[in-house]
C-alpha cells in the first residue's frame, strides 16, 4: 500500500491551497490518518490527526482554525484544506496513515511542497 499525496504548490501569503492523499489500495483501511509537515532546517511536525473510531480531529495551535483535515473516502483518503496561509507555512507536507495493529504512524506519502510567499 503506497500513499499519494499531491496539491502542493506556490501560493501567496493570505491564500489558500488545498492537499488531498489517497491509499493506492481501495480496500485499505487505516485506523488514522494524519498530516505532517516538515519546514527546512526543523523537524518533522504533526498538524493534524484523525482517528476514525473517535471521529475526531486534533489540531496543532500553529494551524487550528486555518486548517480542516477532512474524510474523502473510507477510511483511506482525507484532504487538508488549508487557507490564510503563511509563510512560516512553507514546508513539505506529509500524510500518513497508521494500521489498527500499529501504535504509530506506519505508511508515509511521498510528500508535497507547499510554498507560500510573502
Known amino acids: 500500500v503506497q500513499l499519494q499525496a499531491f496539491g502542493g504548490g506556490v501560493v501567496q501569503a493570505g491564500g489558500s491551497l488545498t492537499l488531498s492523499c489517497a491509499a493506492s489500495?481501495?480496500?485499505?483501511?487505516?485506523?488514522?490518518m494524519g498530516w505532517f509537515r516538515q519546514a527546512p532546517g526543523k523537524e518533522r511536525e504533526v498538524i493534524a490527526m484523525?482517528?476514525?473510531?473517535?471521529?475526531?480531529?486534533m489540531y496543532a495551535d500553529s494551524v487550528k482554525g486555518r486548517f480542516t483535515l477532512s474524510r474523502v473516502n473510507a477510511q483511506n483518503a482525507v484532504s487538508l484544506q488549508m487557507n490564510r496561509l503563511k509563510p512560516d507555512d512553507t514546508a513539505v507536507y506529509y500524510c500518513?496513515?497508521?494500521?489498527?495493529?500499529?501504535?504509530?504512524?506506519?505508511?508515509w506519502g511521498q510528500g508535497t511542497l507547499v510554498t507560500v510567499s510573502s
Open positions: 500518513a496513515a497508521k494500521t489498527y495493529s500499529k501504535s504509530t504512524y506506519n505508511y
Open positions: 489500495t481501495p480496500t485499505f483501511h487505516s485506523a488514522a
Open positions: 484523525h482517528t476514525w473510531s473517535v471521529g475526531r480531529t
